[in-house]
């Protein structure tokens, strides 16, 4: 008897500590969405600001007494995603990149090629590979089918709970504009798919996402090394062909019908080598030493190389052998990355953070088995 009421009333204490969390968590996220309603000088961000807060701070109330946190959550992920979604999008409103996506679609409809050919002002550039076109291609805004592919492809990673989509630095970018999240979902999707011996669905995966955009092909040199080391050398050099011939089939004929608008769109102008600037500009260290330091942008282009170069190393000495391993030395790569970059901004650390997601997400143990079969994933 004695026991029995221990265990429920350190169930009642646990329960009561994990409300008093997710109170001031919601609470903060309030405080924050607040902020940068009241100092964000775009408007799409303003507008998300101020209807995310209200939507936080009714989630910071309902965990009061409650008795479950999932009405919480949910009202979290109404207020913080749904709503200024559905506003922004009858609006009309959204970041530049949504209009660069849709622009790169009718371009490739009418011209065969996502890019403009002497690209001006910044809106004219558009930084990404050619698959991102393909959002701007299929009907009505591209934030739908961009949204949709992150949350389906976390899903088919096994990160289906929807509350983590609420976190500002996801719930801002689905709204206005969330460009880099089917590339950080796809390759959540990879990785797991590399983990569990799928390798052709894992090259195909990756693939997809390296034909998106460039911050994905870190993902191909991890999640191989991943292969190699619980499945084989032959799994690997599948998986590697399959992601290989997908990317290169998606970007190499774009880029061989025009090197020099691929080059000044997808290279220079993210790179910070044009004379118009990307308007990514957060105080990062890359951004700051391109900005203050004389030679900084060479400096920090430098660092760029030295920690990718970093990542390689440790593949080749360290290889990661479960997902999450994985997914954690992408997470960390990725942070140096984006912190490294002449021209970044905030947004960018949502590779770090869904991958950093799937490194601490709690996966099935199981025994140890074969490289023919699926292996556990922690």
Same mark, same amino acid.
């Given at each position: 008897?004695?026991?029995?009421?221990?265990?429920?009333?350190?169930?009642?204490?646990?329960?009561?500590?994990?409300?008093?969390?997710?109170?001031y968590?919601?609470?903060g996220?309030?405080l924050?969405a607040l902020?940068?309603?009241?100092?964000?000088d775009?408007?799409?961000?303003?507008?998300?600001?101020?209807?995310?807060?209200?939507g936080?701070?009714?989630a910071a109330?309902? #965990?009061w007494?409650?008795?479950?946190?999932?009405?919480?959550?949910?009202a979290?992920?109404?207020?913080?995603?749904?709503?200024?979604?559905?506003?922004?999008?009858?609006?009309?409103?959204?970041?530049?990149?949504?209009?660069?996506?849709?622009?790169?679609?009718?371009? =490739?409809?009418?011209?065969?090629?996502?890019?403009?050919?002497?690209?001006?002002?910044?809106?004219? %550039?558009?930084?990404y590979?050619?698959?991102?076109?393909?959002?701007?291609?299929?009907?009505g805004?591209?934030? $739908?089918?961009?949204?949709?592919?992150?949350?389906?492809?976390?899903?088919?990673?096994?990160?289906?709970?929807?509350?983590?989509?609420a976190?500002?630095?996801?719930?801002?970018?689905?709204?206005?504009?969330?460009?880099?999240?089917?590339?950080?979902?796809?390759?959540?999707?990879?990785?797991?798919?590399?983990?569990?011996?799928? +390798?052709?669905?894992?090259?195909?995966?990756l693939?997809?996402?390296?034909?998106?955009? $460039?911050?994905? $092909?870190?993902? =191909?040199?991890?999640?191989?090394?991943?292969i190699?080391v619980? %499945?084989?050398?032959?799994?690997?050099?599948?998986?590697?062909?399959?992601?290989? +011939?997908?990317?290169?089939?998606?970007?190499?004929?774009?880029?061989?019908?025009?090197?020099?608008?691929?080059?000044?769109?997808?290279?220079?102008?993210?790179?910070?080598?044009t004379?118009? #600037?990307?308007?990514?500009?957060?105080? =990062?260290?890359? %951004?700051?030493?391109? #900005? %203050?330091?004389?030679?900084?942008?060479?400096?920090?282009?430098?660092l760029?190389?030295v920690?990718?170069?970093?990542?390689?190393?440790s593949?080749?000495?360290?290889?990661?052998?479960?997902?999450?391993?994985?997914?954690? /030395?992408?997470?960390?790569?990725?942070?140096?990355?984006?912190?490294?970059?002449?021209?970044? /901004?905030?947004?960018?650390?949502?590779?770090?953070?869904?991958?950093?997601?799937?490194a601490?997400?709690?996966?099935?143990?199981?025994?140890?088995?074969?490289?023919?079969?699926?292996?556990?994933?922690?």
């Amino acid at each position: 008897m004695r026991k029995r009421l221990g265990e429920r009333f350190e169930g009642y204490v646990g329960a009561y500590a994990y409300e008093e969390y997710e109170r001031y968590l919601w609470a903060g996220c309030a405080l924050v969405a607040l902020g940068l309603a009241l100092v964000s000088d775009l408007g799409p961000h303003r507008v998300w600001g101020g209807v995310a807060a209200a939507g936080y701070a009714i989630a910071a109330l309902m #965990t009061w007494g409650a008795r479950s946190t999932r009405p919480a959550r949910a009202a979290a992920v109404t207020g913080a995603v749904v709503v200024p979604l559905v506003a922004l999008v009858a609006a009309g409103l959204g970041q530049l990149e949504v209009a660069v996506v849709e622009r790169s679609g009718q371009l =490739l409809r009418t011209t065969g090629s996502p890019y403009l050919a002497d690209p001006v002002a910044i809106a004219d %550039h558009n930084p990404y590979l050619p698959g991102m076109a393909l959002f701007g291609l299929l009907p009505g805004d591209p934030r $739908w089918w961009m949204g949709g592919a992150f949350v389906g492809a976390l899903a088919a990673a096994g990160l289906h709970r929807a509350w983590p989509l609420a976190c500002p630095l996801i719930a801002l970018p689905l709204a206005v504009g969330g460009i880099d999240l089917p590339v950080a979902g796809l390759m959540c999707l990879g990785v797991v798919l590399a983990g569990r011996g799928r +390798t052709a669905r894992a090259g195909l995966v990756l693939g997809v996402a390296a034909a998106l955009k $460039w911050t994905a $092909w870190p993902a =191909l040199a991890v999640a191989m090394a991943l292969i190699a080391v619980r %499945h084989g050398g032959r799994p690997a050099l599948r998986y590697a062909a399959v992601a290989v +011939t997908t990317a290169t089939a998606a970007v190499l004929p774009f880029a061989l019908a025009d090197p020099t608008g691929f080059y000044e769109n997808v290279i220079a102008f993210p790179l910070g080598l044009t004379e118009v #600037t990307s308007p990514a500009a957060s105080p =990062l260290p890359g %951004h700051l030493l391109a #900005t %203050h330091v004389p030679g900084g942008k060479v400096i920090a282009l430098a660092l760029l190389v030295v920690s990718a170069l970093l990542l390689a190393v440790s593949l080749a000495v360290r290889p990661p052998e479960t997902v999450r391993a994985a997914a954690a /030395r992408l997470a960390l790569g990725l942070g140096l990355a984006m912190s490294l970059m002449p021209a970044s /901004r905030f947004g960018y650390l949502v590779y770090p953070l869904v991958l950093g997601a799937l490194a601490a997400a709690r996966m099935p143990r199981r025994s140890p088995v074969s490289t023919t079969s699926e292996k556990a994933l922690v």
